[in-house]
Nanobody
Framework: QVQLVESGGGLVQTGGSLRLSCAAS????????MGWYRQAPGKQRELVAT???????NYANSVKGRFTISRDNAKNTMYLLMNKMIPEDTAVYYC??????????????WGQGTPVTVSS
């Protein structure tokens, strides 16, 4: 069994910063691609950023230049540093990972989500 646990969400003012963490645990052999997604009230879940096991990154246009995704493979943890935040960043943020277990089974795993609110 593998799981992802997000942390670091909360309330921040416009222009402020937050750092989200996503820690993977369980019977993990390898973690391949990882990503952050978000879902605002009344909207569909959308991609925020992704990162490969080699560290290649991809960002949604709406967060380019403001958000930075990173990962620490030794700790099985991914981060999202969010700077210059705006009210439109308000959402529940979810992490996602492609995980291979010790028994070589592959899963797409989602975290439970962490809420982020940006006040104007």
């Amino acid at each position: 069994q593998v799981q992802l646990v997000e942390s670091g969400g909360g309330l921040v003012q416009t222009g402020g910063s937050l750092r989200l963490s996503c820690a993977a645990s369980g019977s993990i052999f390898a973690i391949n691609g990882m990503g952050w997604y978000r879902q605002a009230p009344g909207k569909q879940r959308e991609l925020v950023a992704t990162i490969t096991s080699a560290g290649s990154t991809n960002y949604a246009n709406s967060v380019k230049g403001r958000f930075t995704i990173s990962r620490d493979n030794a700790k099985n943890t991914m981060y999202l540093l969010m700077n210059k935040m705006i009210p439109e960043d308000t959402a529940v943020y979810y992490c996602n990972a492609e995980i291979t277990t010790m028994t070589r089974q592959e899963y797409i795993v989602w975290g439970q989500g962490t809420p982020v609110t940006v006040s104007s």
